[in-house]
């Protein structure tokens, strides 16, 4: 399963991490950690897994998940835009490319 949502680039500066929320956890519903390097833009494809049989709903215009803003003192050298990675501008569910 996948939810999308845009990113925007980040300055060289911030880190963002997505990590899920607790209520969710306790039933079962689980967000992979994932972190959005600096300058990197696209739409995230959020990785959501049910690791119990039990029944669980998700309603909409829930938030499934926090992204957090980290600001460092300095700034990287390279963002993810000069290393052109290979999920850079990505649009919609894009699946793992190995």
Known sequence: MGAIHRVRSYPLDVLTICVGKSTYARCGILVN???FEPEWEGFATFEIAKTT??????????GLCQILF?????AREIGSADRKGKYQKQQGIVLPKL
């Open 33 to 35: 950690v994932t972190s």
């Open 53 to 62: 049989p039990l029944p669980a709903r998700v309603y909409a215009n829930q």
């Open 70 to 74: 980290f600001r460092s003192d300095e």
